[in-house]
Structure formats: C-alpha cells, structure tokens
C-alpha cells in the first residue's frame, strides 16, 4: 500500500511540474530538433540528405548533435539551423555559418529568463564505427532533476582513427535508474566501470533493486545493459521499452559474419517476477546479441527499432545470438554468429541499415524478470567480416 502512496505522490508532481513548465515556459532552455540547408554540391556530402541533414528530434539527455557526411574537408561556412523551446535564445545565433573544419562548435541555449543555460556540441563527423571495442573511452554524465536530484552514471564512446570522438555509439538505461535511485553512487548503477577487465577496463552489468517508484508501477528491477543506439528519457515512464532505441547507421563496407569477445556472469540469488514473487527452480541467464537492420521502410520513411520488437521486426535482415552464457568467474570467451538474409550491396553503400550488438545482464531484463545481484562482465569485442 505504502508504494502505492509513493506512487500517487510522484505522479502528482509530475503533474504539477507538467503545470509549471505550461505556465513558465521561459524557464525551458533545449534545442529540440536541428538542420543544415544548401545546394546540390552541399547535399552530395551525405548519404542520404532527406534524413541525413536534419535530426528531427533532439532527445532531452543529447549533448552531442553530430551530423553524418562522407568528408569534412568542405565543412567550413556552414550553417546550422535549430528550433529550440519558445522564448530561448541560442549562441552562436541560430543559421550564423561556422567553420566546422577546426572541429565541433559549441552551441549554449539560455532560457528566455536567462537564469537556465544548456550546451550542445554540433559536429559533422566521417562514420568510422571501429571494429573492436575495448571500453576504455568512458566518462561521467551528471543529472540534475527538480524531483529526482542529482546523479552521476557512467557512460562510454568511441573515437575515429584521428582520435575523434565519434557518434554516438554506446549507451545505457543508467540514467533511467537514477530517477528512482539518485542517491546510488555511479559504481552502484545497473551499467558501471571495472577495472579487472581481460585487458584494461572493462564493463560491468548488474541486474539491480529498480526502487520504490518501479515496484509500484510492476517493474522491480533494472537489469545492466549496454547497446549501440541511444536512450530515450522522454518515455521511461509510460513506455520503458520504447526508450530503448536500437541501433546505429552500419558504416562498414563489408557485412559482419561473427562477433567475439570475452566474459564473466554470475546469475543473482532468487528469479522473481514484475510482483516481486520468486520464480521456483528458475535460474537467471544473461543475453548477449547483434541484430542488422533496414533503417527505412519502403516509402523511405526511417525506421528505429527498440527493445519491444529488435529481434521479431520484419526490418531484421541479420541476427547473431549467443547460444548460452554459463556462469564463469574466469574470463571466457563467446562467438556468435550472423544469420539471415542478404544485404543490398547499395543500401550497404548509403548506410541504409542500422547495426546494434546489445549485452544484458538478465535475458529477460526488458520484460523485468529476472534476479537482483546478477553480474556480467564483457570486454574484448570485436567484430568479424
């Protein structure tokens, strides 16, 4: 009954929140989506321009907006548009031309009050997605929420051949997690750092207690996971497996036919299900898996998939799974293997399909079954062609 309670009182600040943000509009400070114009010659440099020029939606926890082209050496006078929340204004000026052949430029927002400031990194980046990944590019990403307060998780990235910071490429539910658990520490969130990796650091996935708030709304735990793509923090609440986005343009020239890599697992304790009740004889498992997939319908509409339908999408060309993870405390090493349909040697060409290899520390995480205290760890992946 008490989580109930807990429950009512969250969603009614929610609701009020909702009422002071309709009615102080100048406290709002994001850019919600972006855009570059020009000629033909200009929209040459991009895979696909009807897509490729404008990210229509801007996701609240997006610091980096990066634009994909096949080369940046004539990206100099450019201008980049944005629409940004009512009343804020935006510097450099929204559609002043920079020189972005020196590298990212630095856009900050200020609410219409002035009192609230947010930046954005705007880059254009050549698609160099690296075929090995040892997860020593990782960071802290701090939050700070009127309701929920201030968390830091750890997230990672990947650099080019030039030691560029590339798009966006891993992320996690971290942030998701600190709604409910603002007062864990980054070590203690669901997707963390460890240092004993088979070489260097590596990452740990913990299947974890999702908080009060989750186990009022039936989902009692969050497993770690880690994916190439992107979270959504606009539908954690309503919709948990749509916030997952599955997947990034597949910017290899040949198609994967394997990924490796190492692990270690340990299932938690006690398998329980969304009412917190033990499943009897049933013992956690860990997930590991790639998927390939057609980034466009056949109207030319995109297409992102998402936790709910990333291995049942009729998009799905390719699919590799792990057969079976056995718990090990040795770094041991797994294989899987692509199967399906074959790609389209011009799709491959114009990055027409999205690329996404996910680990999970309990198989059936996206549904919120699972067991709390369920470890994996991954290092070492690498991809094969």
Not at 23 to 47: H, P, T
Not at 117 to 131: A, I, M, Q
Not at 173 to 192: D, I, K
Not at 257 to 282: A, F, H
Request: charged share 20%.
């Amino acid at each position: 009954m008490r989580s109930y309670v807990f429950l009512l009182i969250i969603v009614s600040l929610m609701l009020f929140s909702s009422c002071i943000k309709d009615e102080e509009m100048n406290q709002e400070c994001d850019i919600l989506s972006a855009w570059v114009e020009g000629d033909d010659d200009f929209k040459a440099l991009f895979y696909q321009p009807e897509t490729d020029m404008k990210i229509a939606n801007v996701l609240s926890n997006d610091r980096h907006i990066i634009f994909t082209v096949r080369s940046t050496e004539t990206i100099k006078e450019v201008p980049v548009f944005f629409n940004i929340t009512p009343g804020a204004t935006i510097s450099p000026a929204n559609g002043s031309k920079q020189d972005f052949s020196k590298g990212e430029v630095t856009y900050t927002v200020t609410s219409e009050d002035g009192r609230w400031h947010r930046s954005y990194v705007v880059d254009f980046c050549e698609p160099e997605l690296p075929t090995s990944f040892n997860f020593e590019n990782h960071e802290l990403t701090e939050v700070s929420s009127l309701f929920f307060g201030k968390y830091s998780y750890y997230s990672w990235y990947e650099n080019n051949s030039k030691g560029v910071r590339v798009p966006t490429t891993w992320t996690n539910g971290n942030e998701g997690f600190g709604m409910g658990n603002s007062s864990a520490t980054a070590e203690n969130f669901p997707t963390s750092v460890d240092e004993n990796g088979f070489e260097g650091h590596c990452v740990k996935m913990v299947t974890c207690d999702a908080g009060a708030l989750a186990q009022a709304l039936h989902k009692p735990l969050a497993a770690g996971n880690m994916f190439l793509g992107k979270f959504d923090m606009g539908q954690v609440l309503t919709n948990p497996l749509a916030s997952t986005l599955m997947g990034i343009p597949m910017s290899y020239n040949e198609v994967p036919v394997r990924i490796t890599g190492y692990y270690k697992y340990k299932p938690g304790e006690k398998y329980i299900d969304q009412d917190l009740k033990e499943v009897q004889g049933k013992v956690d498992e860990a997930d590991i898996y790639s998927v390939i997939y057609r980034n466009k319908d056949d109207q030319g509409n995109p297409v992102m998939l998402n936790g709910g339908d990333v291995k049942t999408s009729p998009y799905v060309m390719l699919k590799a799974e792990v057969a079976s993870l056995p718990p090990t405390d040795e770094w041991t090493p797994f294989e899987m293997v692509f199967s399906g349909q074959q790609l389209d040697e011009s799709l491959l060409r114009d990055r027409g399909y999205n690329f996404t290899i996910v680990f999970s520390s309990s198989k059936d995480g996206a549904s919120f079954l699972g067991a709390i205290g369920s470890t994996l760890y991954v290092d070492k992946v690498e991809v094969h062609f």
